[in-house]
């Protein structure tokens, strides 16, 4: 999506670590009318699509996949909630996963309630690295008997591999803008073909 | 909000301990359209007044913020991040809240660049009980010399006295609904007139 990609080369920063910062309109300041087009774009690319529930993660997912369902025939939108520790009582669909950002392992649950087996699930999230927060939405998925229909990512870091994985293992992703390699030193940008 | 009210009855579930369950609409899985219809609401009651910049917290203020955001001329969204422990390098402004529900404090930050000197802010949030919450992104507005046009909640819990402070303080605090009273033993839920 081209205007992705010129948000990202205008205002976003590349920082030591494969940090891209792009707080500016993503996520920490949201630009609403970006996020529009974004799930127009995805309406568009998931077209026939059966789409029962679109599934994200807090925090930073959350708006994006709010404004996004709007497009989706304004499906309910779930967000999977991240805990350090949990007690579970089992009324909750749970996994665990590691951020390499905050470098710690987090349990991620759903409601049972709100994820159903036989329900046709968009996961919607604000970037893909190495592919754990979405490997943790599918496994929630798979525990409920959902089917995931489709992945739709705003920012995929591309050489970081977790997109392509689950290219590899069948996945409908679609990224609207996917990287190819960034420069720390240079603040270069590098988008995939 | 008639339509809000009608939802908190029929699938709000009342707990021990002042604690209200909307996970089925509001703050876990999300209804869209209601939060469009919210939005809707919220900019007739701030109807005339200058709305540059939308503020709310993470995690559940983000989607109805967002969607609100739609009825306010698109004004970006900025959500205030909760850290338990931050490293302060001077680039945010920093408030600390206590949570009642978690029995945690907790910093709150929203970055300097994000929220300036003169800028009309709108805050958003889907719960207002104590107050501590808002009181903090209150005091990151102060912070940063942001005036604070008004304040959107959808559910108030009146009884817990942290909307009424607001309102003697003289804030403009719009609550689309008011529980005055609730019963975890009955489950009855009395709104205010």
Redesign the interface.
Known sequence: MKELEERIVSEGTVKAGNVLKV??FLN??????L??RMGEEWARLFEGKRVDKVLTI???G??????A??HFG??????A?KYQSINLDGEQYVTSIHSFTKQKDFHVI??K??LSAGEHVLLIDDFLANGCALNGLIELCEEAGAVVEGIGIAVEKGFQGGGDSLRERGYDLQSLAIIESMDDETGEIRFRR
Chains 1, 2 share one sequence.
């Open positions: 707080d500016a920490h300041q949201c630009d609403v009318e996020f529009d807090e925090a930073s959350i708006g994006i996949a709010c404004i369902a709007r304004n499906a309910p939108v779930v967000f909630k759903v409601s309630k709100f």
